[in-house]
T-cell receptor, first 114, second 116 residues
């Protein structure tokens, strides 16, 4: 069983479109995250979310919004896509909301904006 | 803020060579330290971790010791294999930090290439 799964694995779309990436975890974790990996492999956190609190990295444009229908899911919606949004997006989850716990990652979604 | 610095790659070694990938960190709280590995086309997998000073994490022949005095968490392996070729990320999770986005702070990654 896949612990953290995200779909789609690849996403190619045109500038200006709106798209979503889905993420589900079956680990029973309380906290989920979205990370962005750029072309140089640098990873940066975008959001962390548990049942109580959404924490947003202040550098993330408001075109990006996480949506959590329940504890096991954290989807990423992106409006008005731009060329610079092209990257690999990773969903992750961990047991604790703050520090100490390792995160479990999905396989990534490679987004290409053309 | 928190940060992680690791040696730039790519690092190219011959099979059975000794590996060291340096990692140093700055943190405002009491971080846990991690090494993650990313194989081509895959997500990140936890390789090892250490949660307090002087702890040693180990897995698959890799080791790293949490050195608070030097704020370091260097990754080592005595004899690398071709299958170890991947990108390695040092990361921290700061229990004591307040505010901002929780989660891991990553180094920029080190691409390791092992030649037969």
């Amino acid at each position: 069983d896949t612990a953290v799964s995200q779909t789609p694995k690849y996403l190619v779309t045109q500038m200006g479109n709106d798209k979503s990436i889905k993420c589900e975890q079956n680990l029973g974790h309380d906290t989920m995250y979205w990370y962005k990996q750029d072309s140089k492999k640098f990873l940066k956190i975008m959001f962390s979310y548990n049942n109580k609190e959404l924490i947003i990295n202040e550098t993330v444009p408001n075109r990006f919004s996480p949506k959590s229908p329940d504890k096991a899911h954290l989807n990423l919606h992106i409006n008005s896509l731009e060329l610079g949004d092209s990257a690999v997006y990773f969903c992750a989850s961990s047991q604790a909301p703050a520090g100490g716990s390792e995160a479990f990652f999905g396989q990534g979604t490679r987004l290409t904006v053309v | 803020g928190d940060s992680v610095t690791q040696m730039e790659g790519p690092v190219t070694l011959s099979e059975e060579a000794f590996l060291t990938i340096n990692c140093t960190y700055t943190a405002t709280g009491y971080p846990s330290l991690f090494w993650y590995v990313q194989y081509p086309g895959e997500g990140l997998q936890l390789l090892l971790k250490a949660t307090k000073a002087d702890d040693k994490g180990s897995n698959k022949g890799f080791e790293a010791t949490y050195r608070k005095e030097t704020t370091s968490f260097h990754l080592e392996k005595g004899s690398v294999q071709v299958s170890d070729s991947a990108v390695y990320f040092c990361a921290l999770s700061d229990r004591g930090a307040g505010g901002g986005a929780d989660g891991l702070t990553f180094g920029k990654g080190t691409h390791l290439i092992i030649q037969p």
